[in-house]
């Protein structure tokens, strides 16, 4: 309260201090112009207290208008905590409307993606539909065409053993089953032929290649025969060269050695000794 007072005064003296001023200014500065002093005094008061009275009207106005401008204020704070409040909520209304915009839009799409799996699916409903009649007008006429044989098959049943057609179905495919037994084991015995001629085939090359390669082997053993059989010839030619040249050698070399005897023998008959000297050592013969 104190502060406001002052506050006030601050405000009165500031807007009102040249007022007053210039108010004062418009009584008279000399004692000779002014009437007494106690009408002076008077005076004086009276203005004070129009002055006083005008200050506390002004006072009470400003205090009025304080008043108002806070309660103004107040109003204002409290338009503005709802204005916040409404724009909050404004907000998550709008927040609430997209989500629930995008969620509508979401669905849609998945409605209309399933729609359109849905007409896609009907499309191939209608399409399987026409193939599933196709299917049963074929059957009905191969039905129609089989017909025949059905009435050839009563004829059967009547001229047969047979009583009943399943009968005669169920022969036929024991038939057929046995038909099929032997087929797989003539293929198997087929498959055996062709997986022993195989067989035969690879042995057939590889002994083909053994005897390719003794008649190799063979070639070249006779071909080392033949080389050996000319060195044999050359040789034994040699040979018979060298025991002809022995026996020229052997029988000049016992000749020396008769002559050498007889030279021998005459020498110590001439020189009348007899010298003990093997008839079969020539150098020694010759030493002497």
């Known amino acids: 309260a104190n502060m406001e007072e002052e506050d006030l005064s601050e405000y009165f003296r500031m807007q009102y201090g040249q007022k007053l ?10 004692e000779e112009q002014s009437p007494s002093p106690s009408i002076r005094l008077l005076e004086k008061k009276k203005e004070a207290t129009l002055v006083h ?12 208008r304080m008043e108002a401008l806070n ?20 907000e998550q209304f709008i927040q ?18 399933l729609k359109k799996q849905r007409v896609k699916e ?18 009905s006429n191969k039905l129609q065409q089989y017909s025949i044989f059905n009435k050839y098959l009563e004829k059967v049943v009547k001229v047969s053993e047979f009583e009943e057609i399943r009968e005669v179905i169920g022969r036929y495919k024991t038939l057929v089953g046995m038909h099929q037994d032997l ?17 035969l085939s690879h042995y057939t090359e590889e002994k083909d290649d053994e005897i390719l390669q003794h008649n190799n082997e063979l ?45 021998f023998q005459s020498v110590s ?16 013969q010759l030493d002497m």
């Open 183 to 199: 087929m797989q084991s003539a293929q198997e015995g087929l498959e055996m032929i062709e997986q022993a001629k195989v067989r």
């Open 21 to 30: 001023l210039k108010l004062l200014m418009k009584f008279p500065a000399t």
């Open 122 to 139: 009907l499309a191939k409903a209608k399409l399987d539909m026409a193939v599933l009649k196709q299917e049963h007008q074929r059957l």
């Open 96 to 113: 609430e409307n997209d989500q629930k915009r995008i969620r509508a839009l979401k669905k849609a799409n998945r409605e209309k993606e």
């Open 219 to 263: 070639a070249r053993l006779q071909m080392r025969f033949d080389h050996a059989r000319s060195d044999v010839i050359v040789w034994e030619s040699r040979w018979a060269h060298i025991q002809n040249t022995a026996a020229k050698k052997t029988l000049m070399l016992g000749t020396i050695k008769m002559a050498t005897l007889n030279l």
């Open 269 to 284: 008959k001439q020189l009348k000794e007899t010298l003990s000297v093997p008839v079969e050592d020539t150098h020694k």
């Open 53 to 64: 009275r005008a200050m506390e009207a002004q006072k009470e106005a400003f205090r009025t």
């Open 71 to 90: 309660n103004r204020w107040e109003e204002l704070r409290a338009k503005e905590i709802q204005l916040k409040a409404y724009i909050k909520k404004f």
